[in-house]
């Protein structure tokens, strides 16, 4: 199937938030940057009609990019639309009925997790799967044995090649910045291993806090909804060994070989913190032990990278917003000039949001006679992130059949095998302020091997 031009794209649950916030604006960018004209068929159970989906299409892109008038009235001319329940045969006969003439469609499945194999033994047995690609949603399972249960699930129905799982973290240019970087320029290579790092520290901080999502992020919690997906995507495209041969699945293959070679999260090496007032959001368990906050210590079992810690901390109601990777370099053995220096001196810094930044830390010489000097940070590049929306590629690319940037199997399984010993109320949960950097327990975590290095950002953002 790979390489396979889609011929119609279906998308279940077409009247939920996902479909309002990210499909809509995303097929009137394929439209208007790359020329889709297939048919575009919404499936939902809300009694609706195609002259409200489309109404519901037209107040999506007006929130979310805003109209290009041609691409829109494309878009308007080739959406269609089927309300009927998942569980009824009619439903998926009403869709071949749709679909005419296509017999490749990418049908995207915007729903629960629970709904998947109903909705892939309703397309399998009306015919609608055949020759067909399905793409699912995070959270692909809720820990290791219901994400195993899942892919037997959809393997009844769709070969590994034909599902495409989201991470939508995949498909931001600053993830892939990361991978270019390390493999465009020589000079990262020689240094990239246990005998020239010391740590890694990767944080992903958000000023606000869960809002309007209380019911649905009391049943995930942050390891679930950004460490087991997002920050294991960025720590394999940070670590991962150089791809080999041409096959089209290398990238994966090797990240695939970096996540399966974590070692699995002892309780010892994890904080959980909630913030002070999340029990009082709507939607959220009074007596809620949800973790709000959570920093780590991993390590990589491979002759690269064994023995350096890598610390990972996510939260909301932190000081700012901002994804970081800083990788901290060792010192010599002996300081030349007998100064005393600071541990992340030497460094790599790269920014993924709010703006896309790479920065290395380096000493230079004060003026004057004595050879002392002072840290500095060359910025080797800063730009706005301004790059194509995730879904608009992901999608894209799902359609055209090329699977590098969407999770595999395996991939997916050694993510959720290395936190599975720590999910749930396995280990304390503490308290922190809102606007402060987390629990006090996160420090003495990392105070090993130094401090966090707190991401900066200008006060605006």
């Avoid at 992340?344 to 949001?353: P, T």
């Avoid at 194509?388 to 991939?411: C, H, K, N, T, V």
Wanted: charged letters at 25%.
């Amino acid at each position: 199937m790979a390489g396979f031009q889609s011929d119609a794209f279906v998308f279940f649950g077409a009247t939920g938030d996902l479909a309002h916030k990210q499909i809509f604006p995303s097929l009137q960018a394929l439209i208007r940057d790359e020329g889709l004209n297939v048919p575009i068929i919404g499936v939902a159970k809300a009694g609706w009609n195609l002259d409200q989906l489309k109404a519901r299409a037209k107040d999506s892109v007006e929130k979310h990019g805003g109209i290009d008038q041609n691409a829109f009235n494309k878009l308007m001319e080739l959406l269609r639309y089927v309300d009927g329940d998942y569980n009824d045969p009619n439903t998926f006969a009403q869709l071949r009925k749709e679909l005419g003439s296509a017999q490749r469609p990418t049908h995207y499945l915007a729903i629960p997790p629970s709904l998947f194999g109903t909705v892939a033994e309703g397309l399998a047995k009306s015919g609608c799967a055949e020759n067909s690609r399905v793409v699912v949603e995070k959270p692909f399972g809720h820990n290791l044995a219901s994400a195993q249960e899942l892919n037997r699930i959809l393997h009844r129905y769709f070969s590994e090649d034909r599902i495409f799982r989201i991470d939508h973290f995949l498909g931001k240019e600053p993830v892939q910045n990361i991978l270019y970087t390390r493999f465009a320029n020589p000079f990262f290579e020689p240094i990239w291993n246990r005998d020239h790092v010391r740590s890694i520290q990767i944080t992903m901080a958000e000023k606000f806090g869960v809002e309007d999502r209380g019911k649905l992020y009391d049943a995930t919690g942050t390891v679930r909804d950004v460490v087991q997906n997002h920050l294991m995507q960025v720590l394999a495209n940070l670590t991962m060994d150089p791809p080999t041969g041409e096959d089209h699945d290398a990238r994966r293959d090797q990240k695939a070989a970096l996540l399966k070679a974590l070692r699995p999260l002892a309780k010892s090496d994890v904080v959980r913190g909630q913030y002070k007032g999340y029990r009082s959001v709507p939607g959220v368990a009074a007596n809620s032990t949800v973790e709000t906050f959570v920093a780590v210590k991993m390590f990589i079992e491979s002759w690269r990278w064994a023995g350096v810690p890598i610390y990972i901390r996510a939260g909301k109601m932190l000081p700012v917003t901002a994804t970081e990777v800083f990788v901290e370099f060792k010192r010599p053995p002996i300081e030349t000039f007998g100064e005393i220096i600071s541990g992340n001196s030497a460094h790599l810094r790269m920014r993924i949001s709010p703006d896309i930044a790479i920065g290395m830390g380096m000493r230079v010489k004060t003026p004057g006679e004595r050879m002392t000097g002072n840290d500095v940070e060359l910025s080797l590049t800063q730009q706005a992130a301004n790059d194509m929306p995730p879904y608009e590629r992901l999608l894209g690319d799902a359609m055209r059949g090329q699977s590098e940037l969407f999770a595999r199997e395996d991939i997916v399984e050694a993510q959720w095998r290395a936190v599975d010993p720590i999910l749930g109320d396995v280990t304390p949960l503490s308290a922190y302020e809102p606007g402060s950097w987390g629990p006090d327990e996160a420090q003495a975590l990392i105070a090993h091997d130094g401090a966090w290095v707190n991401p900066q950002v200008s006060q605006n953002r």
